[in-house]
C-alpha cells in the first residue's frame, strides 16, 4: 500500500521553528515529491511551498523568507524547514507526491496532515 507518511508537526511558540518531513513508502518505483499545502477549518487548501524536479521552487507570498522547501529524491522525501512561525501559520499541513509504480504510470497522492499550532 502507497502512503504519504508525514511529521514533524506539533505546538510551538511563536518565532520558533518545526520541520516538516514527508515519505513515500509501499511498493513504488520513484515518487516525484512535489510540494506543501495547508489548510484551517473553513477554508480550501492552499500552496505554501513546491519544488520540481530540478530543485526550482516557489513559496506563497506569507512564507517566502521564512519557509524553506527541499527534497531528497533518493529517500523519495519532501521537508519543509518553518522558522519565525507565526500564529497564522496555524494549520493542518499537508504533503503532495506523483507516485510512480513503474516508470510511465503515477498516481497523484496527498499525506494524512500534520497539525501545526503556532500559540503561546
Known amino acids: 500500500q502507497v502512503q504519504l507518511v508525514e511529521s514533524g508537526g506539533g505546538l510551538v511558540q511563536p518565532g520558533g521553528s518545526l520541520r516538516l518531513s514527508c515519505a513515500a513508502s509501499?511498493?513504488?518505483?520513484?515518487?516525484?515529491?512535489k510540494g506543501w499545502y495547508r489548510q484551517v477549518p473553513g477554508k480550501e487548501r492552499e500552496l505554501v511551498a513546491t519544488i520540481n524536479a530540478g530543485g526550482s521552487t516557489k513559496y506563497a507570498d506569507s512564507v517566502k523568507g521564512r519557509f524553506t522547501i527541499s527534497r531528497d529524491n533518493f529517500k523519495n522525501t519532501v521537508y519543509l524547514q518553518m522558522n519565525s512561525l507565526k500564529p497564522e501559520d496555524t494549520a493542518v499541513y499537508y504533503c503532495?507526491?506523483?507516485?510512480?509504480?513503474?516508470?510511465?504510470?503515477?498516481?497523484?497522492?496527498w499525506g494524512q496532515g500534520t497539525q501545526v499550532t503556532v500559540s503561546s
Open positions: 503532495n507526491a506523483d507516485v510512480y509504480y513503474n516508470p510511465g504510470n503515477y498516481h497523484d497522492y
Open positions: 509501499g511498493s513504488i518505483f520513484r515518487a516525484n515529491m
